[in-house]
């Protein structure tokens, strides 16, 4: 599992509570972005994020456009934002032209429904790692 990498960026907390879930369920750390991954080499990344006001976070933003190719296999996103597929869209089109593979199931968990959406986030966490074992 060391070429697995979960990352979040989470202001109020909420992207920070899923990205915990993922993190126990494939037994590894969850952490915040941050530019040490920029040339640290990973096979699959799994990615949360929200907007607010209408946009992603210019951290999450420049992390992602900060990620290079050949360093990155594949991205799995999750949100917890109401604007969960806008949020995913925004992020795809940056990894879409950098070449780098986004996985199309995406996980979304409401930001209300975090505690009772543990069993969502285990599945999707499983879900994600089978098919990228399959790549
Ligand atoms: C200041 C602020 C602005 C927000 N603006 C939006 C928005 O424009 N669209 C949206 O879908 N959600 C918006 N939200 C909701 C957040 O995306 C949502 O609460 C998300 O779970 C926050 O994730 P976090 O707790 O990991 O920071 C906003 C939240 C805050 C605090």
Redo the contacts with the bound molecule.
């Keep these: 599992m060391e070429d697995i990498r979960i990352r979040?960026y989470?202001?109020?907390?909420?992207?920070?509570e899923v990205a915990l879930y993922i993190a126990e369920r494939l037994k590894l750390e969850a952490l915040e972005i941050k530019e040490d991954d920029y040339d640290s080499p990973c096979g699959l990344l799994f990615l949360g994020g929200?907007?607010?006001?209408?946009i992603m976070s210019s951290k999450l933003r420049e992390y992602a456009n900060n990620l290079k190719k050949e360093n990155v296999k594949a991205v799995a996103l999750f949100t917890?934002?109401?604007?969960s597929r806008r949020t995913v869209r925004a992020l795809k089109k940056i990894f879409k032209e950098k070449g780098i593979l986004v996985i199309d199931e995406f996980l979304y968990v409401h930001?209300l429904a975090i505690k009772s959406s543990k069993d969502k986030a285990f599945n999707f966490a499983d879900q994600i790692v089978e098919k990228y074992n399959k790549m």
């Design positions: 979040y989470s202001k109020t907390g909420n992207t920070k929200a907007p607010y006001a209408n917890t934002s109401n604007w930001m």
